[in-house]
């Protein structure tokens, strides 16, 4: 891969040499790609982080953010192609895990990559959720659902001036959930880890532990301290399990 190749979708945390492998990182609804910064250089000298930067937001506030969960998986699996002279491994949070699975899918179709690891985060498994509307009558409505989930991003939401500014973009990622419809769950062609917090009042574990229905190469579950957002708080003891995961095999 070219040492100059740039992408405004994926902010990047280089090695200092070749990477033996790369981790996608995708961001949960409303998120960003620095909601990952702290991960940059957390797995090792030679394992490449790479955080989805959706449009919308940060550096890209200027672009219309999407709104189909499908037309974002097929943009980033694109914009991946470039980086595959490396072995990948893929987490999600949340919406992110739903971006996860998808890409995964379409790596294989059209690359036939298939990730070493795919790593889903507070998400139902694919034939499990259910479909609902996107409708939020007021700001008021959604703001209230942001906080209800908690994480750092939901802060912003109580300053006037920043609150105009990331609206949109958590508007238009509400909008692409809900407008996912279930539906029969692809085997995957990787294993599988999911993780949750064991306080999250959205997903529960057993919902979290059906992704082991289309995981044939293998899954495990982890239930960790905490809420939707337990990976904030949790940080050290969640990366310190994927490093292990991401780890050369002896």
Avoid at 17 to 44: E, N, Q, Y
Wanted: hydrophobic share 40%; charged share 25%; proline share 7%.
């Amino acid at each position: 891969m070219p040492l100059g190749t740039h992408s405004t979708w994926l902010r990047r945390f280089t090695t200092a040499g070749p990477p033996r492998l790369r981790l996608v990182c995708l961001p949960h609804a409303g998120g960003s790609a620095s909601f990952f910064h702290d991960w940059g250089h957390a797995f090792g000298d030679d394992v490449e982080v790479l955080a989805v930067r959706y449009p919308g937001r940060q550096e890209r506030v200027c672009e219309e953010p999407w709104t189909s969960l499908e037309d974002l998986a097929g943009a980033i699996t694109g914009e991946l192609e470039p980086y595959l002279d490396a072995p990948l491994a893929l987490f999600g949070h949340s919406m992110g895990a739903t971006l996860a699975y998808e890409i995964t899918l379409r790596l294989r179709e059209r690359f036939s990559v298939a990730p070493e690891l795919l790593m889903v985060s507070c998400r139902k498994a694919p034939h499990l959720l259910t479909p609902r509307t996107a409708a939020f009558d007021t700001d008021a409505e959604l703001i209230e659902q942001v906080k209800e989930l908690g994480g750092t991003d939901s802060a912003l939401l109580d300053d006037e001036d920043l609150r105009e500014l990331v609206l949109p973009a958590i508007r238009a990622d509400f909008t692409a959930v809900a407008g996912y419809a279930a539906r029969p769950g692809v085997q995957l062609p990787c294993p599988v880890v999911g993780y949750v917090g064991d306080s999250d009042r959205g997903v529960g574990a057993h919902e979290v532990a059906a992704w082991s229905d289309i995981a044939p190469h293998g899954f495990d579950l982890r239930v960790l301290p905490g809420g939707h957002f337990y990976l904030v708080d949790g940080r050290e003891q969640l990366v310190g399990d994927i490093r292990a995961r991401l780890a050369p095999q002896r």
